[in-house]
């Protein structure tokens, strides 16, 4: 999966500091980042491309999208003919993400389940 989110990289992702990340990965999971809807089906197109070269497939059912905006905002992502599904809140190993960003949820849920 390294390999094939090195040959994927682009310029693309999102700006924390002085760094700027593309991508995030554990194992088989992947999550892409990009500023804009536009950046983020280029950074999906060629993680695709990377994937299919790799004998690998993206599994589009098991495949999410969500926009990190306190306005509700409609993108629509695809791998070849197929909309990735947008949500509004998704679990990424383990840490519930919102679309607009909050953590109460979470928060909540850490603090019933306890030490």
Not at 49 to 58: E, L, P, T, V
């Amino acid at each position: 999966m390294d390999r094939i989110s090195r040959c994927s990289h682009g310029v693309e992702g999102v700006r924390f500091g002085d760094l700027r990340i593309g991508s995030r990965l554990f194992a088989d999971d992947v999550v892409l980042l990009a500023s804009s809807a536009r950046d983020l089906q280029r950074s999906l197109d060629r993680f695709a491309a990377a994937c299919k070269a790799a004998g690998m497939k993206i599994s589009t059912s098991k495949s999410e999208a969500m926009v990190l905006n306190w306005k509700k905002v409609e993108c629509l992502l695809q791998v070849k003919e197929e909309i990735l599904l947008q949500v509004e809140e998704f679990k990424y190993l383990g840490v519930l993400f919102t679309s607009e960003g909050r953590m109460e949820q979470e928060v909540d849920r850490r603090i019933c389940t306890g030490p």
